[in-house]
């Protein structure tokens, strides 16, 4: 299996920075990409950013410009640098990794326990 430790998150003022970490171990073969998705309250979980082991990275267009995704694939982790952060990027931030495990061919996602953003003046 792989686990997930996050690290990060906060509360913040509108315009301020946090920067957001997740260091995968466990039986990895290989990660196949790593990323982050939020849940506000009420609503359905998305995709804030991923990075692929292609190095192809996607982002959700109202964090486009703000937020940076970096990997570091010597050590398995992954970091959300977010800036200009606005009320509406409240949520609870979940790390996910897609990665295949113990076997090559054993493949799923995983995903971190979540750790709170909270933006408010």
């Known amino acids: 299996q792989v686990q997930l430790v996050e690290s990060g998150g906060g509360s913040v003022q509108p315009g301020e920075s946090l920067t957001l970490s997740c260091a995968a171990s466990g039986s990895i073969e290989k990660i196949w990409a790593m990323g982050w998705y939020r849940q506000a309250s009420g609503k359905q979980r998305e995709l804030v950013a991923v990075v692929r082991d292609t190095g192809n990275e996607n982002y959700l267009d109202s964090v486009k410009g703000r937020f940076t995704i970096s990997r570091d694939s010597a050590k398995n982790t992954v970091t959300l640098q977010m800036d200009g952060l606005m009320s509406e990027d409240t949520a609870v931030y979940f790390c996910?990794?897609?990665?295949?495990?113990?076997?090559?061919?054993?493949?799923?996602?995983?995903w971190g326990q979540g750790t709170q953003v909270a933006v408010a003046s």
């Open positions: 996910y990794v897609d990665a295949s495990y113990e076997f090559y061919w054993r493949r799923r996602d995983f």
